[in-house]
């Protein structure tokens, strides 16, 4: 099946089912897809979280772990599913601590044009954590301002969005 360059973004809150959904549609559009995690080791609770997620996927996967630097992969060819941009972002907010926001998506976006450059499918996971209210919290506030400009970002960017609701899949954007 010949793989054409096209960008999916499945978004969502927590347990909404973007992962299995992604998992799904990234087999049916290819035999071998590509699972790039961006998830950083937190703590004892998030090892099990990302075990369980790696026990959920079966052979026919190829598993590249990457906690900022996606574009360093050559991908070219392949269905690949980026999860999650929202763990992605993470690690730039903390890594890039004191900078300004603006600098740390332009960082983001740059290393994003990279990536989807490749001659490939890309479908990536992303969390919608601006839809709960304003937290009273500064550091929780600025990072939901990043990623949300980030998704804007990716959206505007995507053929398709799809909004995930209690496991069912919602059309934004087709």
Not at 5 to 25: M, N, P, V
Not at 42 to 58: M, P, Y
Request: proline share 4%; aromatic share 8%; charged share 25%.
């Amino acid at each position: 099946m010949p793989i054409m360059r096209k960008l999916i973004l499945i978004t969502g809150g927590e347990r909404s089912g973007k992962s299995t959904y992604a998992e799904h549609l990234a087999l049916s559009l290819s035999p071998e897809p590509v699972y790039m995690a961006t998830a950083r080791v937190w703590d004892d609770e998030f090892r099990e979280r990302i075990q369980r997620h790696q026990e959920r996927r079966g052979p026919e996967w190829t598993n590249i772990e990457e906690e900022k630097f996606l574009s360093h992969h050559d991908v070219a060819g392949h269905v690949v599913l980026i999860d999650c941009l929202t763990l992605w972002a993470t690690n730039w907010f903390f890594d890039m601590e004191g900078q300004p926001l603006d600098t740390i998506l332009r960082q983001m976006e740059d290393e994003l044009e990279r990536l989807f450059s490749q001659d490939a499918t890309f479908i990536v996971v992303t969390n919608e954590i601006g839809m709960g209210g304003v937290s009273p919290n500064k550091t929780q506030r600025q990072f939901t301002d990043l990623l949300g400009w980030l998704n804007q970002h990716v959206a505007k960017l995507a053929h398709e969005v799809v909004l995930m609701v209690s496991g069912i899949p919602v059309r934004v954007k087709s």
